[in-house]
């Protein structure tokens, strides 16, 4: 028991945040009319709960066999942001719950992807991954992308016709999205079915698939003080920047080992594997975490959906803003970590299925999910989305299609999929958003 609590507390430093999780709660009993607080506070009690339910579902995953653990991943990487879509769907706020989800596709594949790309370059010259894996994953975010494009084509296309309608045609589109819900559902169960049965080994660091990395010839330009300093006082290089490290680092690979390879994602060598990875808590304090921050997350959440509108009503922040950058952040932050710390050590392929597969749970499970929910609960939620949100997710996956096209990534491509996303943020926050076709739910 004391060993599983250790390592609960132990488990990050971001649970010094917790803090702020009876701060919100007495915030807004005590204080309900300072909107602004209540939103920052409970914004804060929620980064270390997504890490918490994230390390217990890790912990969980390790007690099954890896196509359960693969289900598991797949249910629970997103359950905050299906959470706080919920709460929002509940409270009828349609806007947030469609700008919150296609934040967190935008921040996944964008910021998150870009700091892997970014903090893995300035280590290595390229790194690789698996070619045809990630380009299927990136054919199921355009086949969601597509999904949700299609309603707005079919309203565009009939206004300004003699026989259109606005009333019957906006019902026409909530059955269209419906009906493309349950497809979407279908799909995304296929892929569960052929990532974890069928095609487990097109998913695995060490398929044949995946791209060798390379090293900087010759000295390393982002880490030459550290590897001058290595060299003079004749220790062994690790994360080698130089030939005189390559050499060093050699003697401890296996003589068949490709030296242009970091262990990890397509190498041989026995270092940093997971194969003797051991559980850190026992099965029962696991299953209690994962329900107990499930319901303070659950009750979290809520505070912070009912505080957006007293903090947009200033008009010192809009909707947009809080929904498509703000609250993915929230949601994101305990994947950040884990997509830039693998990706340093050279496995890439993990960094990917961290970033682009939680992308393709939100686009394929988790909207079509919540509009599904919204049909069982009579609300009229669709995959009409806001008309700059949808063009700049499809734009972006256009623009992240092309650069895993290779099956290689560099520093230069994760700063492009950064700055990309800056151009966001600057745009939404100036961006007000328009008035949903069922604005009173």
């Given amino acids: 028991m004391w060993r599983s609590i250790q390592a609960i507390v132990l488990v990050s430093w971001l649970n010094v945040l917790l803090v702020f999780i009876p701060i919100s709660w007495a915030m807004n009993f005590a204080l309900p009319d300072q909107h602004t607080l209540i939103f920052v506070f409970a914004f804060l009690a929620i980064i270390p709960l997504a890490k918490l339910l994230a390390f217990a579902t890790d912990e969980l995953s390790l007690r099954v066999g890896q196509t359960l653990a693969g289900l598991l ?35 996944d594949i964008l910021l998150v992807l870009g700091m892997s790309f970014f903090a893995g370059g300035l280590r290595f010259s390229e790194q690789g991954f698996g070619q045809s894996a990630v380009q299927l994953n990136s054919s199921l975010l355009t086949i969601s992308v597509i999904a949700i494009l299609l309603p707005g084509a079919f309203h565009m296309a009939l206004q300004g016709q003699p026989e259109y309608d606005e009333l019957s045609t906006d019902y026409n589109i909530l059955k269209i999205s419906h009906a493309t819900a349950i497809i979407l559902l279908f799909i995304y169960a296929s892929y569960l079915v052929f990532q974890l049965l069928s095609h487990k080994a097109l998913y695995d660091d060490d398929s044949e698939d995946v791209q060798p990395t390379k090293r900087y010839t ?35 690979r296996p003589a068949d080992a490709n030296p242009d390879v ?41 505070f912070l959906v009912d505080s957006i509108d007293g903090l947009t009503s200033s008009g010192s922040i809009n909707k947009e803003f809080v929904g498509v950058i703000l609250l993915p952040i929230v949601s994101n932050a305990a994947e950040h970590a884990t997509a830039v710390t693998v990706s340093v050590k050279d496995k890439l392929t993990l960094s990917l299925s961290v970033t682009v597969g939680a992308s393709i749970q939100i686009a394929l499970f988790v909207i079509p999910f919540t509009v599904t929910l919204g049909w069982i609960m009579d609300k009229p939620l669709t995959l009409l989305f806001d008309p700059l949100e949808s063009i700049v997710l499809f734009l972006s996956v256009l623009t992240v299609n092309y650069i895993v096209l290779d099956g290689k990534s560099n520093w230069l491509e994760g700063m492009i999929l950064m700055c990309l996303y800056i151009i966001l943020i600057v745009t939404f926050w100036y961006y007000p958003g328009t008035q949903g076709i069922f604005p009173n739910c």
């Fill in 73 to 107: 991943n797949a249910t629970l990487g997103n359950a905050v942001e299906l959470i706080v879509s919920i709460i929002a769907l509940a409270k009828c706020q349609l806007t947030i719950v469609q700008s919150s989800l296609v934040g967190s596709i935008l921040s």
């Fill in 218 to 252: 010759g000295e390393n330009p982002f880490r030459l003080h550290r590897t001058r300093r290595n060299i003079e006082d004749g220790e062994t290089v690790s994360s080698p920047s130089s030939a005189h490290g390559e050499a060093s680092t050699m003697s401890s």
């Fill in 262 to 302: 970091e262990p990890g994602t397509h190498s041989t060598a026995p270092v940093e594997t997971e194969a003797h990875e051991q559980p850190l808590m026992s099965l029962a304090v696991c299953l209690l975490l994962l329900v107990v921050v499930t319901a303070l997350v659950t009750v979290t959440a809520g």
